[in-house]
């Protein structure tokens, strides 16, 4: 296991440009990582004094580059107050490039609230979320073996500062550890590994560990998410939302047995999955579950004054690596969601992510579906999106309806946050349909009555 | 006006189907059964791909390796009717999608029906109850409900509509009606092969109106443009194409197309000679034409004798001899729908002929009469029957209804006002209608009720209706009690009559099969074991695999799991099905090669949960011995029976289809296997396979996958470096790619 241990600093107080990196050092950091789905949760406890003379506006948090592409988001709360009367602020985190970055690692900037004057100390709560960070191996197993997973990180944190203790821990689903890597001290007790406490490690130390272990957690990964929200003034809100999802663990090989499956539900297919619970809003109503080939039955609604829930089973319990498609549907009161801006114009307040529980998803579309004649469509979103406009023609539209697509990969539950939607919209254009049905009846029939009271023959009968 | 007034009872009838198909949806809006499906799947194309890539269509994903030519052998009208639709809903801005448009085609073409059969009852009450009656027809409700995308469901209104416009051809001797007719022949041409069935009556009464000595320049107009027309329309359809002149079943118009034409022309001369001289002409004609109609007779009879079928097509055949299918042609005799109805479906399907026949064209009376004989002869046509039935009680009921109110009514007018001059009118009244149900109809209206009697004793409400009605026509102005209580009869027995479709529609023909139910203690379940299988093969299996299934599950896999299959519900190629028949039911070796050879990955068996599929493994078992001789029926029967338990043969055990099934461990459901069905202790448990290995069983058993194991390497040297050698060098090269 030695031999595995290398441990690297890398000189950076010369090479880094700006000062506010060697004026912060961390006194004392705990990182907290949960394991026991296929979201890796960090939970980081920093304590950070600004050693320096000048004050220091914001900090750097690092990543390895192997994390930061599966990093779906990274969140940053100031504590203050002490014991009972702690409140949390949140900080503004965003992505930043560092011209001297060694081995291209990546830097989110965390800017305080108040400017840390020299010799001051902030206690920050950081939490941070990977996707698709646990490697099945084997990486394809049969219908009785249980999955295994890698999840590889490192065992002090990597940062710029220098801290001066340290301690992280990885809390598995099961006691069920294969191995993990020793960097001394490093010890195990039932569900949780425990690496440190380290003192005063160089920036960017970094030890590198490799734990194995047992997750027979559901890893449902929705591959693509399509969401459209058809706002109707008439008063619903129909969303549509289709799903391609996959399981994202080992591979299943070899043969699917019914009768294993059925009768031996404990030790067959354990880390397969059949039910998945969708948390839709509450007074939704006309909800349909079906795919391409029509309506699957497998589904209990349960509605509530908070929210509803939707437990429902794909056509087939999903292995490793077996794939399904299917579609959600509901329609929500319109008034719940939809509001008057004091400048007139109209938003819609709607909640951004997937409404499946513990699930990945790979690539989320939104799509906003204004009624037709609205103008000016603006998303206001607490994160970054890409956000497009197209033109989408429904029932007997003329000019087509604009829709404001919204699209996010890696997205995780923690994404469900409202987002508004604003536009401007004359009620006017609402009778726009029915007048024109009105009116191609109202032809229909004039037309009838003057053929039938018109003599058309040119001799008289 | 009083055409005005009929309209909105008419637009009730044309919605009724509408309704009783909403009544009915007990699932879902889905495509039902199997033929369907394969024209669900052709409408998606056609509607992805326009018209032109449509004609030009070959179906590379069935029939693997052969490939099917799907323009050239479909009838297109269904597809086409439906594509249309979808296409002017969608550029209207009506987003529907075309399963949508498919699974409601049916509904709307079967208002379209009942409109046009009111059409042909021509007009008044008798049109109207005719046209309720055919909306609400379990027969044809079957082939009507929302989706039941059947080439049946537009070739029905085809099929009425095309009668509309002879008759009325017929009635006004219009040229312009003659050519929209050739059009609606065309339109059912493209729709359904049953076309034969018009362009055999239409000739068929044009002769009874020759020789019943009705011959009349109408006539001729009503008919010689359709022949004419017709064909060359009927030739451009591609599935039809040359046949529209060359087989047998179209010889008849031909024939009697010649025949109009001489008695035309025997007509003619009549009229421009003078007796005498006409006389002079009809011996020098009659002997030059009888030799003339000697050497064509001999033509004909020469060209038909040397096509091997005599010209006529199998399913034909079948339909002049009942017992020529299960003689010659195992396949149309294992489509249940070409097989000659049970007694029990005649009660089911057709429950509105109570009917006294008044006045009956006689081309009504030569359709009943055909269609009564084909139906006999093959359920799916009870069909054609259907529209003729209604017509029939339509006109029967509202002449009951006529006579029955207007008696009520001339008894209350006797009570109230007791003056002779009402009577008289409405005596008179009565004399007219009695003339207009003319002498022939009672005639016939005495022997249908002897007849029907004998079939419908289990509707008890009917005699009591049919003898009052006799009684009606007898005494005209009946008691006040009798044609109330007459009337009250009959409403009963209509009311029965709406509850009976609607039981039968959402009974018998609204369950979509793909989707099963099942009533328990403790609630509904639903067995969609198929469409399960289906999603799980489209999303878990590669984009080019080959699934090899009996062929009743080709198209549903080809539309639902998008999957190349070996044969489906198409059963052009007979070798083909024999060749699966034989892989299914050949020893595990066999089959896998067998299926090996066709490029096969999996193979899909339909294990029908707790009880074995006996009844389909039968006819694989006769269709491939029809092929390969050594498949023997008799190997897998033991007294002369299919069996699994202690009795049986080591033949069936040992084959494939029945292997698989039988090799799903039993033991382990429920201690032993047994097969609830047959209540038989299978003996063979524990079976191994070797050469497959399960890859997929849907949640009640009902359809099982299992997938070809890849072929062992053949290492059999004792050496080891022998070994390596073979591995790595001879039986890498002697497959695809020596470098991967």
Not at chain 1, 57 to 86: N, R
Not at chain 2, 420 to 436: F, G, L, P, R
Not at chain 2, 591 to 601: G, M, P, Q, R
């Amino acid at each position: 296991m030695a031999a595995r241990i290398w441990i690297f600093s890398v000189a950076v107080a010369l090479f880094l440009s700006f000062s506010s990196a060697q004026d912060l050092q961390i006194v004392n950091a705990e990182r907290r990582i949960d394991l026991s789905s296929h979201i890796v949760k960090a939970f980081f406890t920093l304590k950070v004094e600004n050693i320096g003379k000048d004050p220091a506006a914001d900090m750097l948090l690092a990543f390895p580059p192997t994390q930061i592409k599966h990093l779906s988001m990274v969140q940053a709360m100031a504590i203050t107050g002490k014991k009972k009367k702690k409140t949390y602020l949140p900080l503004d985190v965003k992505p930043t490039e560092q011209p001297d970055a060694p081995n291209d690692t990546g830097y989110f900037l965390v800017s305080f609230a108040t400017p840390l004057t020299p010799g001051e100390t902030v206690t920050l709560e950081v939490l941070y979320i990977l996707t698709h960070s646990l490697e099945p191996f084997p990486s394809e197993i049969a219908q009785s073996e249980s999955q295994l997973v890698y999840y590889r990180d490192s065992a002090v944190i990597l940062s710029p500062y220098h801290i001066k203790q340290q301690t992280t821990f990885f809390k598995t689903p099961s006691a069920r550890v294969e191995s993990f890597t020793n960097v001394e001290p490093a010890n195990r007790a039932g569900k949780e590994i425990k690496y440190g406490p380290y003192e005063d490690r160089a920036p960017y130390s970094y030890a590198p560990v490799n734990v194995h272990f047992e997750n027979n957690s559901p890893f449902a990964v929705v591959e693509e998410l399509v969401r459209e929200i058809e706002i109707s003034h008439w008063g619903s809100l129909q969303i549509t939302e289709n799903y391609r999802l996959t399981h994202g663990g080992a591979r299943h090989k070899g043969v699917f047995s019914r009768v294993d499956y059925q009768s031996r539900r404990s030790i067959s297919g354990s880390s397969s999955f059949n039910a998945l619970l969708a948390v839709l809003p509450p007074k939704v109503n006309s909800v349909y579950y079906r795919d391409d080939i029509g309506n699957i039955s497998t589904s209990h609604l349960r509605t509530g004054f908070k929210k509803s829930e939707l437990e429902f089973e794909p056509r087939y319990p999903l292995f490793g690596g077996w794939r399904a498609t299917f579609i959600i549907g509901y329609r929500v009161p319109l008034e719940d969601y939809l509001f008057e801006a004091p400048d007139g114009r109209r938003y819609l307040n709607f909640t951004f992510g997937c409404p499946l529980v513990e699930t990945i998803v790979n690539k989320l579309t939104i799509k906003v579906v204004l009624p037709e004649g609205s103008k000016d469509p603006s998303a206001v979103l607490p994160f970054t999106v890409n956000q497009d406009l197209q033109v989408k023609y429904s029932y007997l539209d003329i000019v087509g309806r604009t829709v404001v697509v919204l699209q996010k990969d890696n997205v995780v539950p923690t994404h469900n946050v409202p987002f508004q939607v604003y536009y401007t919209f004359k009620p006017i254009y609402m009778l726009a349909e029915p007048f024109m049905l009105v009116s191609a009846f109202f032809f229909v029939f004039v037309a009838s009555l003057a053929y039938v009271h018109i003599d058309l023959n040119i001799v008289k009968k | 006006m009083a055409a005005l007034e009929r309209i909105p009872p008419l637009v009730v009838a044309s919605f009724l189907p509408h309704s009783l198909c909403a009544l009915v949806i007990k699932y879902e809006s889905v495509i039902h059964e199997f033929d369907p499906y394969f024209n669900y799947r052709v409408t998606q194309f056609l509607s992805k791909n326009g018209i032109y890539e449509f004609w030009n269509w070959f179906d590379d994903r069935t029939w693997y390796p052969l490939g099917r030519v799907i323009g050239g052998t479909v009838y297109p009208g269904l597809t086409l009717t439906a594509g249309t639709i979808w296409w002017v809903l969608n550029s209207l801005n009506i987003p529907l999608s075309v399963e949508t448009v498919c699974v409601f085609t049916a509904p709307v073409f079967s208002a379209f029906a009942s409109w046009a059969t009111y059409l042909l009852t021509k007009g008044s009450g008798a049109g109207l109850t005719a046209a309720a009656l055919l909306a609400m027809v379990p027969s044809y409700i079957s082939r009507s409900v929302a989706g039941s995308y059947d080439n049946e469901a537009v070739a029905i209104f085809a099929l009425i509509f095309t009668f509309y416009l002879y008759i009325k051809t017929l009635n006004t001797g219009s040229l312009f009606y003659a050519t929209l007719n050739a059009i609606a022949y065309f339109y059912m041409v493209c729709s359904w092969g049953g076309y034969t069935f018009i362009i055999n009556l239409i000739p068929m009464h044009v002769l009874l109106c020759i020789v019943t000595g009705r011959y009349s320049p109408r006539l001729y107009i009503a008919y010689a443009p359709l022949v004419v027309l017709g064909t060359l329309l009927a030739a451009l359809v591609p599935v039809v194409g040359f046949n529209a002149v060359l087989t047998s079943e179209h010889f008849a118009s031909f024939l009697v197309f010649i025949i109009i034409h001489v008695v035309a022309l025997v007509y003619y001369i009549k009229g421009i000679l003078s007796p005498k001289m006409f006389k002079v002409a009809v011996t020098l004609v009659v002997s030059i034409g009888l030799v003339v109609c000697l050497i064509v007779v001999a033509v004909l009879v020469a060209l038909v004798a040397s096509s091997p079928t005599g010209g006529w097509s199998g399913r034909s055949l079948s339909l002049l001899d009942p017992t020529y299918a299960s003689k010659y042609i195992q396949i149309i005799a294992s489509v249940s729908e070409h097989q000659p109805p049970t007694w029990p479906s005649y009660f089911m399907d057709i429950n509105a002929c109570f009917s006294p026949l008044s006045d009956a064209s006689s081309f009504v009376v030569l359709y009943i009469v055909m269609s009564v004989y084909f139906s006999g002869v093959m359920v799916r046509l009870m069909l054609v029957l259907a529209p003729a039935a209604c017509i029939m009680s339509g006109i029967a009921l509202s002449q009951a209804f006529d006579v029955f109110t207007a008696s009520i009514k001339y008894q209350l007018g006797e009570m109230s006002n007791s003056k002779d001059d009402v009577k008289e009118k409405i005596s008179t009244n009565n004399e007219t209608k009695d003339d207009a149900s003319s002498a022939k109809g009672e005639k016939v209206a005495k022997e249908r009720p002897s007849k029907k009697g004998k079939k419908k004793e289990r509707e008890p409400a009917d005699k009591p209706s049919v003898k009052s009605k006799i009684a009606k026509k007898k005494a005209l102005v009946l008691p006040l009690e009798a044609s109330i209580v007459a009337l009250l009869l009959l409403i009963m027995l209509g009311a029965f009559y709406v509850i009976h479709c609607v039981w039968a529609a959402a009974e018998a023909y609204s369950v979509p099969s793909i989707v099963l139910t099942s009533q328990s203690h403790d609630g509904l379940h639903v067995f969609d074991d198929f469409r399960e299988s289906y999603a799980w093969l489209s999303h878990n299996t590669d984009v080019d695999d080959k699934l090899a299934s009996w062929w009743d599950y080709g198209y549903q896999t080809t539309a639902m799991a998008n999957r190349t299959v070996i044969v489906d519900n198409n059963t052009w190629n007979n070798t083909h099905i024999a060749t699966v028949g034989t892989a299914m039911s050949s020893p595990e070796k066999a089959a896998w090669e067998i299926f090996n050879s066709l490029d096969v990955k999996y193979v899909l068996v339909v294990f029908g949960g707790i009880d074995l599929n006996i009844n389909k493994f039968l006819w694989m078992v006769r269709i491939g011995g029809g092929v390969f001789p050594h498949i023997k029926e008799a190997d897998y029967l033991r007294d002369g029976q299919y069996r699994i338990d202690s009795e049986a043969t080591p033949t069936i055990l040992n084959c494939l289809c029945t292997g698989t099934n039988l090799s799903c461990k039993f033991v382990e459901t429920d201690g032993k296997g047994y097969d609830w069905v047959r209540r038989t202790e299978i003996v063979k448990k524990n079976f191994k396979l070797t050469h497959f290995e399960e890859v997929f069983t849907s949640h009640h058993w009902m359809v099982r996958i299992y997938k070809l194991k890849p072929q062992k390497n053949r290492i059999r040297g004792k050496g080891k470096k022998l070994k390596l050698k073979t591995s790595t060098g001879f039986s890498k090269t002697a497959k695809k790619n020596p470098w991967m």
